[in-house]
């Protein structure tokens, strides 16, 4: 045995089920020098992982990543076996099959009798509970989850979730041993979706609600999450890359699992596409449509041409209302600046929360004239302004504000009134499902940040994301959506509510 392999935590591992999860967890065992021993129930499966593990390491050593000695080195480090029984002589046990929670007891069962005392055992389940996996076991204090992403070797974050009665030294030593395999480890406690899939559920089902609402189309929406914060994808390019057929049977078993929490509430859109086989990107339609593999995108409507734009007046209670007047002034605007709008004006409001209906209603301005701005974040900091109509908007008074916000250039979508228009509303409901994730324990705010950059691959993690905008903003937001909207899923979470009171970081623990 190699030097390397005397030090890992864990040397001689079983792996059980040698699917899509299974081999990608063989293939980092293996590199970082365990012995792997592969079980499945399809005997063709353990060959099928090893033929494409070969071809893995091939590949590797053509692009110059690996040696050639390296590749048959890990090669002979994956062992067929013919059955569990063969797993005698494992110091851990991975378990990667079927996700059902009656044929992982009965497994685990088995492999209780099979291995030594000191054995560890791990499931990769992602929707089970380990502690009613591990409820069977004579000994469940030797059983964690060993949560991976797909495709394993790419998601380098793998989460070690500790069951009700795992011991504390079997959750260290597999975060030890995903370190050593080139991993990141973060500990979570037994809970629906664990960290990863429980933090994503804010930006998938807030955007479904703000399409069901009719507030802006698909590519409209991810156009502006985008371009406003940065996320790689929008929430229905990542639905079409998922597929629904993956995507909705999660998002339905976080919501039952939590007793039917309204802030994790599924949409009806999703359900509905799911049955009519509109799953996504793999079958050629879902959100978008797929022509020859490449998404078909409808054009952005352009500015309009306007040929004499309107004084602006903005109202005195406008977010961020100094830097929204310089912008007007930096588009060539003229501004009003008397305390109430002339009878020309084009009026800008710029809520947080609120809708533009609300703040036209309560300032009493004409609605006719009155267009919202999202002012969330510096415009200087976004490569799109938003724009919020109200059901009376003006057909001259939209295009002016359309032709005047894009007079630069810089995009402008015109969305219909939403309370938080898009941004607002996505971010305020990822802030506030991470901060319960912190409020409940489930891991140190440190994890979170860390699960949900490497798992999710948003641009920051959602403290940072709520500390970027302002803990206090977050809150006043959410507020307002409860009134906008009358609806708990806006209800803060202590641990925002408290932060924002005191004007603490997100990110600061509690003792
Ligand atoms: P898969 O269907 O690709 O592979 C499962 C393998 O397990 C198959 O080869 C099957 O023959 C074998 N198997 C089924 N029952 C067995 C049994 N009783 N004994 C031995 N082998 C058995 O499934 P996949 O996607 O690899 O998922 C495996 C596990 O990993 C599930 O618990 C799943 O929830 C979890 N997981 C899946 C992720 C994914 O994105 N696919 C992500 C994270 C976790």
Known sequence: MSDVAQRLTFRNIGLVG????????????????STVHLVDAQPAAVEAA???LRDTWDKLVAKGRM???????????LVPAAGVEALAGCDLVIEAIV????????????????????????????????????????????????????????????EVVAGLKTDAGVVQRLAAFAREMGHT?????????FIVNHAGRGYITEALRIAGERVADFATI????????????????????????????????IYHQYY??????????????????????????GFYRYVDGQVQVPPEPPAPVVEALPPVWVSPGAARRAELLQLLKDLGATIETAAQPSERALIVVAPLGHDVTTVAAVERLDPGRTVGLDMLLPDGAVKRRVLATNPATRHDMRAAAHALFARDGKPVSVIRDSGGFVTQRVVATIVNIAADICQQGICTPGDLETAVTLGLGYPAGPLAMGDRVG?????????????VYGDPRYRPSPWLRRRGALGLSLLHPEE
């Open 185 to 193: 480890p973060v500990l979570a406690q037994d809970t629906p979706g």
């Open 18 to 33: 040698t699917g899509a999860m299974g081999r990608g967890i063989a293939q980092i065992a293996a590199q970082a020098g």
């Open 67 to 77: 040696t050639a000695d390296d590749a048959a080195a890990c090669l002979q480090r």
């Open 260 to 285: 039917e929490e309204p802030r994790f509430r599924p949409s009806v859109i999703a359900a509905q596409r799911l049955a009519g086989g509109v799953v996504g990107r793999k079958v050629g339609e």
């Open 50 to 52: 090893r033929a494409a």
């Open 99 to 158: 996700e059902r929670l009656d044929v992982k007891q009965d497994l685990f069962r088995q492999l209780e009798d099979i291995v030594g005392p000191d054995a560890v055992l791990a499931t990769n389940t992602s929707s089970l509970s380990v502690t009613a996996i591990g409820s069977r076991l004579r000994a469940p204090q030797r059983l964690a989850g060993f949560h991976f992403f797909n495709p394993v070797p790419l998601m380098k974050v793998v």
């Open 222 to 253: 991810d156009r502006i999450l985008k371009d406003q914060m940065g996320f790689r994808l929008g929430p229905f390019e990542l639905l079409d890359l998922t597929a629904l057929d993956v995507s909705q049977p999660v998002m339905e078993s």
């Open 471 to 483: 803990a206090a903003s977050v809150l006043e937001i959410l507020f307002n959506l409860q009134t």
